[in-house]
């Protein structure tokens, strides 16, 4: 697949997530965590040159986004998103099925790959980024970047990605946005599936654990009660769930990241077909 067609997935991908009411993260309903949707919006388009670039290795890819990112609008908003992505897009240039592909570009990933998304990891300044045990961001790599990200997978989902090739997104995520429903609700079903299944990961990075496993209990709850309301019903409710999560400083960004991707394996999965 060309570099414009993924950059055109890539994009779309992230104007669908944004497009969403997403509760708890930002989106074009609300913004919130002192961020804005339309600077997600210009952090896509900023970060895609760098992700598509035809042949360059997974670590420069999440490097060359970030420091896009970091110069189009000057914070991180889409750190989780370009480590998730850049795989994925190094995956569709072949022309083999993606799930196939993607295990092989995980494969192959070097020690190399591993310094530039070290040091794109710190370049971001993710919130809650603390110091690991082994295979610290802050310092020189003596691993490949998925001998990392196994090491990390027990705390991390996009970690836990690299190292199940993305179970989750493709057994997980994917088959919720396939809803039936039209607009943004296949998205919304999809972050939803995240939020109420896994404790999101950047959560429990900034709040704890527990807080993290209270926050899945809570919006499986939410989603029980709403089974069957009308959309004007759901859509009161996550506004409200929304404003109450954001006033609480909680941002399920993970949830978020992961959501990206799905959007993002359904629209290659779309130009492959």
């Given at each position: 697949?060309?570099?414009?067609?993924?950059?055109?997935?890539?994009?779309?991908?992230?104007?669908?997530?944004?497009e969403?009411?997403?509760?708890?993260?930002?989106h074009?309903?609300?913004?919130?965590?002192?961020?804005?949707?339309?600077?997600?919006?210009?952090?896509?388009?900023a970060?895609?040159?760098?992700?598509?670039?035809?042949?360059?290795?997974?670590?420069?890819?999440?490097?060359?986004?970030?420091?896009?990112?970091?110069?189009?609008?000057?914070?991180?908003?889409?750190?989780?998103?370009?480590?998730?992505?850049?795989?994925?897009?190094?995956?569709?240039?072949?022309?083999?099925?993606?799930?196939?592909?993607?295990?092989?570009?995980?494969?192959?990933?070097?020690?190399?790959?591993?310094?530039?998304?070290?040091?794109?990891?710190?370049?971001?300044?993710?919130?809650?980024?603390?110091?690991?045990?082994?295979?610290?961001v802050?310092e020189?790599?003596?691993?490949?970047?998925?001998?990392?990200?196994?090491?990390?997978?027990?705390?991390?989902?996009?970690?836990?990605?690299?190292?199940?090739?993305?179970?989750?997104?493709?057994?997980?995520?994917?088959?919720?946005?396939?809803?039936?429903?039209?607009?943004?609700?296949?998205?919304?079903?999809?972050?939803?599936?995240?939020?109420?299944?896994?404790?999101?990961?950047?959560?429990?990075?900034?709040?704890?654990?527990?807080?993290?496993?209270?926050?899945?209990?809570?919006?499986?709850?939410?989603?029980?009660?709403?089974?069957?309301?009308?959309?004007?019903?759901?859509?009161?409710?996550?506004?409200?769930?929304?404003?109450?999560?954001?006033?609480?400083?909680i941002?399920?960004?993970?949830?978020?990241?992961?959501?990206?991707?799905?959007?993002?394996?359904?629209?290659?999965?779309?130009?492959?077909?």
């Amino acid at each position: 697949m060309s570099p414009e067609r993924i950059a055109k997935a890539y994009e779309a991908a992230c104007r669908a997530e944004i497009e969403a009411l997403k509760p708890g993260n930002v989106h074009v309903f609300a913004d919130g965590h002192r961020m804005t949707a339309a600077a997600f919006l210009d952090s896509a388009r900023a970060s895609a040159p760098a992700l598509v670039r035809r042949g360059s290795p997974v670590g420069e890819r999440i490097l060359g986004a970030v420091e896009a990112t970091r110069s189009a609008v000057g914070t991180n908003t889409n750190l989780g998103i370009v480590l998730l992505a850049a795989p994925l897009a190094a995956a569709a240039e072949g022309a083999g099925p993606l799930r196939q592909a993607l295990s092989e570009v995980l494969a192959g990933l070097s020690v190399a790959d591993a310094r530039s998304a070290f040091e794109a990891i710190v370049l971001a300044e993710p919130a809650g980024l603390g110091e690991a045990a082994a295979h610290d961001v802050r310092e020189a790599p003596a691993v490949t970047l998925l001998e990392a990200m196994r090491a990390a997978s027990d705390r991390d989902l996009i970690a836990r990605q690299y190292a199940t090739v993305y179970a989750e997104v493709f057994d997980l995520g994917l088959p919720a946005l396939a809803s039936g429903e039209a607009g943004m609700w296949p998205t919304v079903a999809c972050y939803m599936a995240f939020l109420t299944t896994l404790p999101d990961s950047h959560v429990a990075r900034k709040h704890g654990l527990p807080a993290a496993l209270a926050l899945r209990d809570e919006a499986a709850a939410l989603e029980a009660r709403l089974a069957g309301s009308d959309e004007a019903a759901r859509r009161g409710a996550l506004l409200a769930f929304d404003a109450s999560l954001k006033a609480r400083g909680i941002n399920p960004g993970t949830s978020a990241d992961l959501t990206v991707a799905c959007l993002l394996v359904h629209n290659l999965l779309a130009e492959l077909a």
